[in-house]
């Protein structure tokens, strides 16, 4: 059994970790923190984990993270980029789900995050969790940046086009759509029930924090840098996101052979067939990413929808898938859940 | 393993219970019929189960039904009780989701259900598969009739109190909101999106299918008749059943201990803490049922709120609880998924 | 023209108060002030009012509210009673749409609102608003008492069975549901899309501070003490009220032609056909009252449903309604829009 | 007063027209004509319009339609392109609100709508009814087809930049997000509640009727050929089309000016301030289009977003727009509602 610790299980994708670790036959969860709620009985603040996860919050200074086996951040940007050194050196290992780890050049990261990065030093070891990518190096990670929701999405759209070398990549779009979950559990006027529902709006054009994190990903396996055009809205649905991307061809092969090849061996990327549209329900509550080839029209421009659960393959999901592979266990573990549909 | 069947399951009781036999690790699904998409993969009219499902909507004529352990009709009403004579002749246990062996007074249910019933004798020897009521009759039972969704969290909700002879059963009310998914998957226009959603309304207030269900599970528990008025109301989400309970106290006893002795030793009913709310969300994907008890103000009236999630306890998940029980498989197989939250 | 101020607009009630006063061809918009806001464009908080509401939030110090003919309170709880005592002494007269006026017996008030009232004497002066009750009290009226939305719904259901003395007043049920902008454009959490969407509960079982506004009305027409069970609950849209109601018979006559007879003259309550059920939708945006009689399976218990707009008819129109009246304008002015469906 | 008749009144676009023209004081509703609801009265189909509309639906035949100055047609595709001849030829004014006489392409309008063109020659006269583009032939019409909804979003944030000839017409791309209102009112699964609710996804990527329709005003305002992907989807909302629009820019000028001063007339395109986002909910029922102008990153790629509520500015509402542009009226009576938020 593998001992597991949860910092700051409170939000969305730490309620999302509780869910799926509780369901996992191969862990033992020991410790969840929260300074705000310390002494509250997870399942009373989510009682939908009732009768399933017995822990209390304990204050962070109080607990021992530094007797588990693998330490989840479910914070917060800014957090884990303090406390992970500590519990490295503890021999702990670590997954991020917040952005502390993911890009590679601080000073991107600092100019997009607006704070001074705590640990530079381990920016350079962390390895980028998408296992699609990344699934050698994350087995021997001691620290993995578990990636953002959009850029999973979109990534997995948009990498077999580029290792292809079928597209041009200084023209890519990604025009993305997510559920509100994705804004957190924040008290934000915002994303209040009466502002977000029946409402539907792009925000952050001018610039959103997810888009170095693509350009990096994109930017490596073109080869070279990409230029992409992100734009991401807000839809009234709790989870999900779904990415419509747009690539302009350059190289004519078969699109949709190209993806099934890609992901034929993928457990939690399925390709659908050709003239199909993925719903964001499909996926809905489980690991899963889908993928539809489009090539509207007969004319240079691709359309590739992929869509997945924000909170799942989105955030805890592929954190666990993370920490399945890094532990060596059976990468689906804990993550056969069907979607929940309707 | 046990051998599986599925008659009608396009509908959302039908891919509710797909969703859960995939997950269930003693069964063996052997076929689903569908008279008009036989032929069809199941997966592709429901893409969450893609890769999980593999099997084919069969043309009922051409099924082997009848090599089954037990069969599930997730039909409209009145089919079950055309085709089960056959089937429970063959050696076939029938898990009928419809409410066609529901009630026990033919004539009341021809009154309801504005059909002949088909099968009159088989009404009489059909065990209401409402564990908490009736266990040890399901456990031997060839032919198990599946409570309707309002049924389950009402009957829940009132059976403790009128076990205990403490309120008034003639005067007892239940308020009652759905989700839109209890409708059905039927292109009918007023469950469509842009009807019912943003909206709220009551329906059905003259009579609705579901009382006399009620009323007949309520009187077997009381020893006599019950007055009962039932209001069901359409919400706007798309899982969940909210009960709203009013009984008028006749003796004073302590109704939160009363409730929590009942239900001390069922897996799937939850018993609140006082002065708390249960949420559908806290149920949402999952067969278990939470309840709370109040007495507002101190006043001659409890308020019971009953909550569960119409596809799962108040159908699908109840059915394959029932089917635990007739087997002898432990009664949580299959169902041990945690609620999806948020 | 009648000269308005409006103080604290940056709430629902607020901005819907602006809608309907910018669309009212006898009113001049003079100030609106908002302490957090002041130097904002209204139409940058709320761009639906773009090219029609000019003015920016003023500061409550410096804005000019004493030279209004009238001045609404959108405020919350404990504003008004601190603000109107100058503002009448200048011969502005006040609507205030929170709730300090609303209860005459001020101890019961405190207790409610968990604060000292700090203008106990104008309590006794305050005119209930509802105008199916008071209008002529009101047409008089320098301070109004703008009722609570479960308020309006509830007395305008339970006030032609009260006076009409049919009915058992002392075991009174009202079963109300709300669209979430009823809790406000608070930053809270349970309020957040993701809590509140998908979702249905009971809240305030124990007590909710509508109970007391609600007995003071029926106790006021029944004529003597009513015994009322309040269950508000939280549905997932956005505008609305439906309020359910039970009563016992204890007289025959007939229902229908009483709330017939009840409201025939009034302008914003509809009484629907025997055997209908309003939807909230049918009044959405608009300020009418909607209202069908039922009596199932012809028992002892009458069941009214009733239907608002929680911010029309339950807040802003009210307010517009009780001005009109104030200022001998037509009763309808400015509240002529038609409900907005779908 | 201008006499008004409807063909059609049981679908969205003809309640939201019906809602529309009741409270337009310009015009005397003649009749609303429906072969299926032929004596209903529109009150009982639409409760929101009780004591506002008092008219039934009549049967086709024997309406007096050809009494009218003018008839909307608010039925599906290939209705009005079968009557319109004779109403015309009685002196009737015609705005289809459907697709018949959107296309000048006839035999391009054949195999976008699977059906032969009933009146080829009627098309070569019709005016299409995009007032900021047309506005001077829409006056003198006999005959204008209304243009669609995403149509109407789309041209209005591309045609400036087309006309400026300032961005390259062969690379355009609209992503466009529907309310499922814009499915209309029909009786079909995928757009239930529990299909299309907490759900987004794209439709018809392959090919979309609007495209054709899109691409004929856009070439005609660059004067050429244009290359356009366009990809619908179905967003959980009622109301209302978002439109996020890529545009590679070909040469230098000011294009947040340029917007500004193309439509510094027009009463209902209302161009927003630099680095805004357009919700769709600030023009729910109202018949204003929001523009924002982004150019994200300083790169090559343009960004338009454009919003509307495709019942009224998409369909009903501009219907009205053209019809007092056609009858001399204010361009604006009738149509200046707020827009309803939250």
Redesign the interface.
């Known amino acids: 059994m593998i001992k597991v610790g949860v910092v700051g299980g409170t939000g ?1 994708t730490g ?1 999302e970790l509780l ?1 799926l670790l ?2 996992h036959s191969g862990v033992e969860l020991k410790a969840i923190t929260s300074r705000g709620e310390a002494g509250t009985a997870v399942a009373d603040m ?7 996860v017995g822990l209390q919050f304990t204050d962070p200074a109080k607990s021992s993270l530094s007797d588990c086996d693998v330490v989840f951040f479910a914070t917060p940007n800014g957090i884990a980029m303090q406390q992970a050194v500590s519990l490295l050196a503890a021999g702990v290992r670590v997954i991020d789900l917040a952005a502390d780890f993911r890009i590679q050049d601080v000073a991107e990261w600092e100019k997009w995050y607006g704070m001074s990065h705590a640990s530079p030093a381990l920016v350079a070891e962390a390895v980028y969790g998408l296992p699609e990518m990344n699934r050698d190096k994350i087995r021997n990670a001691r620290l993995v940046a578990n990636p953002g929701c959009y850029p999973t999405a979109t990534q997995l759209g948009f990498i077999p086009l580029l290792k292809a070398g079928c597209v041009d990549a200084s ?1 890519l ?1 990604a ?1 993305a ?1 997510s ?3 994705g804004a957190g ?5 915002h ?13 952050g ?3 959103h924090r997810h ?1 170095p994190e693509i350009r990096q990903g994109l930017s490596l396996v073109a080869g070279g840098p990409v ?1 992409l ?3 991401p ?1 807000l ?6 996101i ?1 990415a ?1 991307l ?1 690539a ?1 061809v350059t190289k004519e092969i078969d699109f949709q052979a190209l993806f099934e090849r890609a992901y034929r061996d993928e457990p939690f990327v ?1 390709v ?1 067939p050709p ?12 690991n899963v990413c ?1 993928i539809a080839v ?1 090539r ?2 007969g ?3 691709l ?1 590739i ?1 992929s ?1 997945i659960d924000n909170l799942v393959k989105g955030a805890a999901g592929q954190a666990v898938q993370n920490m399945n592979i890094m532990f060596g266990l059976d990468e689906c573990a804990g993550l ?7």
Not at 47 to 52: E, I, K, N, Q, V
Not at 235 to 240: A, E, K, S, V, W
Request: hydrophobic letters at 35%; aromatic letters at 8%; glycine letters at 10%.
């Open positions: 969305y309620v869910r509780a369901q989510f009682p939908s984990l009732r009768g399933r023209t779009i025009d759509k559920g509100v979950s559990r924040k008290a934000e006027t994303i209040l029930f009466s502002e977000a529902g029946d409402n539907f709006k792009a925000y054009v001018a610039g888009l230029g055009t992100f734009v809205h839809t009234p649905m709790i989870r999900g779904h419509t747009y302009r399925d659908l003239g199909t549209h993925p719903e964001t329900r499909s996926v809905r509550a489980s889908r489009h509207p029209q004319g240079d421009t359309v929808l869509v056969s859940q069907l979607p929940v549909l309707p």
